[in-house]
């Protein structure tokens, strides 16, 4: 796989002892973290035009679903008195758009969600946080973790680090991941690739899901 | 407090929702992560000279222990069989130097951990992922969580995040914190001040520490 | 407070270092667990009279909301392909009734969860697991659980215990929680005496609720 | 199986939507809960003649050992000044023997645990409660937890609930647990066969892992 997030720091990063390889196992599942319409929808001010991405993962879900990957999308949202937000409000003033029932924290409809593909609210950066992930993932058998979404520098980074703390190989193909700011997005591609999992590209991840080997439906589906 | 981890980019941040403010409380804790000698010693690849940061922690921890705020060390110390470790070692190998028991996972002795000051084996970035400090804060009345050490890009703001995700206001003392990638460094402590805590200098923390109004004695000491 | 979920067994289990007290805190939240229709009316195989459990609840919430403890509400519900519920459906198949917006799953009208008092979703016995209760009762400043519902000898004790484990204080009124199996009824209300946190009766609850010396209303409310 | 746990109760528990059975896999891990001379040894008032539970773990790890699979030792330990401990004093008071490095909290040296099975400390009932157990298992690719140690009615069974939240099949094998209180014993065995796991003979025990299919050496060994 290509590691060009860390670009011409690698050797660097390598001799200090960081910048390693994880190894993808067969049976992967994709997380799609915050691609709700009040992250990809330019009416709200938490929101930006996310178009490529989008495209991005429908391309990336066509090629999972195609080999009954496990998918899992993510959407934060809040109860109109924030008593499940902790800091959320204070620090982050502009997600209180984010109301249960609301538009905002409807998956975009681009990803159209299917039966089988749970949507999980969660109420912290990390898709771990305060949700089943870890469960839903043991009973799926999981062994690889695919992360996709929005904002690169907050919930996918997140993600991405607590997928590692659990012991999962995590993969980040960066034309699926987005944030309102490039600087960040490409700052925390870096730290992924440094420290956390493999920055890979779009073409990587859909080939390595053409090729895996075996059956990968859900066991409980 | 200051706010100039976000420079330039606060009103961008503004208005698109984020780089609000959390208020800290009366009852603060240090949490000094991953300053042991395999961090802090550059007869390790993985160390540095964090000579400055190990000299601010210091002022911090004398301003603490005058308050008597408690306060709390980690370090990340594996199994020579690495069982304990999840990926850390094919991710970042340079830390298979941090084995129980070895020189590498001692604190560095210039912060002196005192009798009354846990030090706390962790195995993942986050000081609170396979810990029980969540409790250990519950047990002490602490209400907020004052984060130093290294790596600002790794162990430090996972720990920022966590600690938000938990429901605590977060403070980040930038001088107290180290990386081995400048560049890294400020855009960890950028992301902080967008969503997570509060980056504040050295002098703040310590002239909050000193106006603390009560009794901040662990209560079950 | 009484303790007589010991009975005759207090000089035995406290001659072993077991059966000591726990004291309550000032700012107490109520957690009533799985008291939904699935388990409270007999049309379902799971479920069971439990009219006089109820009734105990609404006493103990009445007092509550007197002075404006916190209450949470927990229900189990699950996805209809049970991707969610680990194994729930092959060790407890009558639970499969338990499904997202079904009758069975809404909490038991006498209760009449108010606007500002959050029905949690779970997936496990504990109301802690795979939920961000811990950070809910952080950022409402609770000290002290009572933890009432169904079954005694399921999801709350699971809940009493995993609140002893992250600090809290824990008071089981007796006759607000309850059990199809009356001997499994007492025998788990032992084990929490005996180890876990304090069973008392509903006078007591509701004198101790009358006594709270503060505001006990939610910050963030 | 066997499933004398239920007893004559087994057609009500049935009849009430209770009481299924979970499928162990082919990558099991023993987890020994507390076999440590704090409870194994007399001389301590929290300790008991656990003699029969010892040579059952001691003939399970036997076979367990002959196959490769894996084996993780718990052992509960605090500092002297019981910052990491919550309120296991309060309630648990004879648990204060259990200090770090102390004789208490030794393994019981019949068990005998070898150089590559963890001891990990913990600090609450639950094997995984502030620990990192459930990434070890990941690492380890067990699919499976066979529950053994004391006591039936605290840490034995708050264990085999959390493994059962986390997704394992959970099989406790009634002769490899203890409780200084029988009834205790066997109204938490009940419990667990109830809603849990399966509750099985140690020869049955035996039985299974003789007759685990392929390789189950921990994969990271």
Redesign the interface.
């Given at each position: 796989m290509s590691h060009d997030a860390l670009g011409d720091?690698r050797p660097?990063?390598e001799?200090?002892?960081?910048g390693?390889?994880?190894?993808p196992g067969q049976r992967p599942a994709i997380l799609v973290v915050d691609l709700a319409r009040g992250f990809t929808d330019t009416r709200f001010?938490?929101g930006a035009n996310l178009d490529d991405v989008v495209a991005a993962n429908v391309r990336l879900l066509a090629a999972a679903r195609a080999r009954d990957v496990?998918v899992f999308f993510f959407t934060a949202a809040y109860?109109p008195?924030?008593?499940?937000?902790?800091?959320v409000?204070?620090?982050?003033?502009?997600?209180k758009?984010l109301l249960i029932g609301s538009d905002a924290v409807e998956i975009d409809p681009r990803l159209a969600p299917r039966?089988?593909e749970?949507v999980?609210v969660k109420?912290?950066?990390?898709a771990f946080?305060?949700?089943?992930l870890?469960?839903?993932l043991?009973?799926?058998g999981v062994d690889t973790l695919i992360v996709t979404g929005v904002s690169t520098?907050?919930c996918v980074r997140?993600t991405a680090?607590?997928g590692?703390?659990?012991?999962?190989?995590v993969l980040v193909p960066r034309e699926c991941c987005g944030d309102?700011?490039p600087?960040?997005h490409d700052?925390?591609l870096?730290?992924i690739q440094?420290?956390?999992?493999e920055v890979i590209s779009l073409d990587e991840a859909v080939t390595y899901l053409r090729t895996l080997s075996g059956d990968n439906r859900?066991p409980?589906?």
């Open positions: 720091a660097f990063i001799s200090r002892g960081f390693g390889h994880v190894t001010a938490i496990p109860r008195d924030f008593k499940d937000a902790g800091l409000p204070q620090k982050q003033p502009g997600c758009v039966d089988n749970p999980i109420k912290a950066p990390s946080f305060g949700t089943n870890d469960t839903m043991r009973a799926a520098s907050a997140t680090v607590d590692f703390s659990h012991g999962f190989p309102r700011d600087r960040a700052a925390n870096y730290d440094a420290k956390i999992g859900d409980a589906a």
